[in-house]
């Protein structure tokens, strides 16, 4: 089946302490973002892949890292987590940029909350 | 910048009733538009996009949009909403393009939709 995978669905962890929220698709896009949801902000993008080694920074990517190393994985690292990255977080996948043309699949989303 | 608007956040609907959620869109020329659906503990699903052409577009799940350039307005409609339509609906635009080549979307703020019996 074709998806996007995301690990761990939900995460509760305390201020400073290092995170990987891992992100993976199956169906060999070139394309990968991370999204960020909060109530009434609607969703914002961090960080974006056009291919391997090519990445590239959204609207919010303080305090964010992302590395592409293979095609299929896309993972979000907080090096220092605080709470102000309490959110949801979305990876997507599509098969090539650009977007308007290529639909973007969604990962389930992971639940963090940074105490 | 580019941007759009969803100005309702939460409307409760009756199952057979029809339905329409506003968007207004914020862009000089032509946008790209589009509407994604999340359903509880889910993903954000496309429902239908629009670019150019035929200004009524048609989506999966019965959904259709219509772009109205004198209004800036893109909203989704169905003609009789079932008890799984209730989620929250998003529009996007894209708003600006990366030397890259990377389209960024621009979401709303969401609409919940809710499904009374």
């Known amino acids: 089946e074709a998806q996007v995978t995301q690990n761990p669905r939900y995460l509760i962890t305390v201020t400073g302490k290092k995170l990987t929220v891992t992100c993976s698709q199956n169906m060999n896009h070139e394309y990968m973002s991370w999204y960020r949801q909060d109530p009434g902000l609607g969703l914002r993008q961090i960080y974006y892949?056009?291919?391997?080694?090519?990445?590239d920074k959204g609207d919010v990517p303080e305090g964010y890292k992302v590395s592409r190393k293979e095609k299929r994985n896309f993972p979000l690292i907080l090096e220092s987590p605080s709470p102000n990255q309490t959110s949801l977080y979305f990876c997507a996948s599509s098969l090539s940029p650009p977007v308007s043309y290529n639909e973007q699949f969604f990962g389930p989303g992971t639940r963090l909350t940074v105490l | 910048a580019q941007s759009v608007t969803q100005p309702d956040i939460h409307i409760t609907v009756s199952e057979g009733a029809s339905l329409e959620l506003r968007c207004n869109y914020s862009?000089?020329?032509?946008?790209?538009l589009f509407w994604y659906v999340q359903s509880p503990g889910q993903g954000l699903q496309l429902l239908l996009k629009?670019?150019?052409?035929?200004?009524l577009v048609q989506g999966i799940k019965g959904f259709e949009a219509e772009f109205k350039r004198s209004q800036s307005s893109f909203n989704l409609r169905k003609p009789s909403v079932h008890w799984s339509d209730a989620a929250e609906y998003f529009c996007a635009v894209v708003s600006s393009i990366s030397n890259f080549g990377n389209e960024k979307l621009t979401f709303g703020t969401g609409t919940r939709l809710t499904i009374i019996p």
């Open positions: 629009y670019f150019s052409g035929d200004t």
């Open positions: 892949s056009m291919n391997v080694e090519v990445t």
């Open positions: 862009y000089g020329a032509t946008p790209y």
